[in-house]
């Protein structure tokens, strides 16, 4: 049953991401991988994530894909159109590296799969989905990167700043 | 096995997600929809992650999916900041139209 519907979910991710890289229109483009990225939400529930699958939906779909709407409102970008600049060496070129790519991408997940290195005490179903043991972790052995993040978050503000504002003012 | 969950089914879907996004971002001219796909890449490896870390038993691949997501943020606001200058600068995202690097 749990993995019907997490194949359900995976599937949906992988239409919506579809029709995401073929939309013409950017607009329909972002709407798209919402939908994507919801699917992906549930397939974390099912994956003993639940605190993840939250930060998928409030950072992920709310906030950055929001993000994107907005300034595709701000810049008024129309759909791709058809014209002359498609450049056929460069889709040829695409399309194979893009084939290879996922060739070996399988092949690798094929090879690692069955061979899980399983730690001395693996945690449970409960432990692996319980929010205030991830929140330890977070703040102990990890708290040194923890910080290391907000510091970068600190300076793609302030690039972001720097970078969009008008040099007149 | 995660529950009833084989991980094959997981690193699957991560699969067909990073080639789609991979795709969007070789094919594509417009540089959203570029931008899109390497958020959509990311979440391909974040899925992978999950599954693994799940499948070991471990709450890490959670951890590291935090902090993809925090870096995700903060990559997606300076990119689009780009993005604004840029296009006030030539009117286009199209990136077969932007060549301010070629010498």
Redesign the interface.
């Known amino acids: 049953?749990?993995?019907l519907v997490?194949?359900v979910a995976?599937l949906v991710?992988?239409v919506f991401?579809?029709l995401?890289?073929i939309g013409r229109d950017?607009v329909k483009?972002?709407l798209a991988?919402v939908v994507?990225?919801f699917a992906?939400a549930a397939?974390?529930v099912?994956?003993?994530?639940p605190?993840?699958a939250a930060?998928?939906v409030i950072?992920?779909a709310g906030?950055?894909?929001v993000?994107?709407l907005f300034?595709?409102m701000?810049?008024n970008?129309g759909r791709?159109r058809p014209d002359g600049?498609r450049?056929p060496i460069?889709?040829v070129l695409?399309?194979l590296?893009?084939l290879l790519?996922?060739g070996l991408?399988?092949g690798m997940?094929r090879a690692t799969?069955g061979k899980?290195?399983?730690?001395a005490?693996?945690?449970?179903?409960g432990?692996?989905a319980d929010p205030a043991?991830?929140a330890r972790?977070?703040f102990s052995e990890?708290l040194l990167?923890f910080e290391a993040?907000s510091v970068?978050?600190l300076?793609?503000?302030i690039?972001?700043?720097v970078?969009?504002r008008?040099e007149d003012a | 096995m995660?529950?009833?969950?084989?991980?094959?089914?997981?690193?699957?879907?991560?699969?067909?997600?990073?080639?789609?996004?991979?795709?969007?971002a070789?094919?594509?001219?417009?540089a959203?929809?570029i931008?899109?796909?390497i958020?959509?890449m990311m979440?391909a490896a974040?899925?992978a992650l999950?599954?693994?870390?799940?499948?070991?038993?471990?709450?890490?691949?959670?951890?590291l999916?935090?902090?993809v997501?925090?870096?995700?943020?903060?990559?997606?606001?300076?990119g689009?900041?780009?993005?604004?200058?840029l296009?006030?600068h030539t009117e286009t995202?199209?990136v077969?139209?932007i060549n301010l690097l070629k010498w």
Not at chain 1, 46 to 49: D, N, Q, S
Not at chain 1, 121 to 125: A, D, M, N, Q
Not at chain 2, 26 to 30: A, I, V
């Open positions: 049953m749990e993995r997490f194949d995976a991710a992988i991401a579809g995401m890289v950017p483009s972002v991988l994507s990225f992906l397939g974390y099912l994956l003993l994530a605190f993840i930060l998928q950072v992920y906030a950055i894909l993000l994107f300034v595709l701000l810049l970008v791709e600049m450049r460069q889709m695409g399309s590296a893009v790519f996922a991408l399988l997940f799969s899980i290195p399983f730690l005490r693996p945690l449970s179903e432990e692996l043991a991830l972790l977070l990890y990167h993040v970068l978050l300076a793609a503000l690039g972001a700043f970078l969009a008008r | 995660i529950g009833s969950i084989p991980l094959s089914d997981v690193l699957l879907a991560s699969g067909a997600l990073f080639s789609i996004g991979i795709a969007g070789l094919l594509r001219r417009n959203i929809q931008f899109l796909s958020e959509l979440n974040n899925l999950l599954g693994y870390g799940a499948a070991m038993g471990s709450q890490e691949g959670q951890i999916v935090f902090f997501i925090a870096i995700a943020a903060a990559e997606a606001s300076v689009l900041a780009i993005f604004v200058a296009f006030r995202i199209d077969n139209k």
